[in-house]
Nanobody, 115 residues
Framework: QVQLVESGGGLVQAGGSLRLSCAAS????????MGWYRQAPGKQRELVAA???????NYADAVKGRFTFSRDNAKNTVTLQMNSLKPEDTGVYYC?????????WGQGTQVTVSS
């Protein structure tokens, strides 16, 4: 099993930055793929960014150029650096991981961007 714990959410003004972290209970190097999703009130959960075991990151069009997904193998942590935040980035952000053919999810962290 894998436990994922997100942190770093909060309230920020539009144009500001936040850095989300996701700590895994196993080596992130051993995880096949990881992702960040978000869910806004009344909307479906959507993929924000994903990173492969090889370290290649892909982003949703809405966040390209503003968000950066990185992995720290030594700390068993992945981070999502979010810059130039917009009110539409508001939502609960979840980390997930594909490990031994199973998907695992964190509990989520709230991000609120005020206009």
């Amino acid at each position: 099993q894998v436990q994922l714990v997100e942190s770093g959410g909060g309230l920020v003004q539009a144009g500001g930055s936040l850095r989300l972290s996701c700590a895994a209970s196993v080596s992130v190097f051993s995880i096949n793929a990881m992702g960040w999703y978000r869910q806004a009130p009344g909307k479906q959960r959507e993929l924000v960014a994903a990173i492969s075991s090889g370290g290649t990151a892909n982003y949703a069009d809405a966040v390209k150029g503003r968000f950066t997904f990185s992995r720290d193998n030594a700390k068993n942590t992945v981070t999502l650096q979010m810059n130039s935040l917009k009110p539409e980035d508001t939502g609960v952000y979840y980390c997930n991981a594909l490990y031994s053919s199973r998907w695992y999810w964190g509990q989520g962290t709230q991000v609120t961007v005020s206009s």
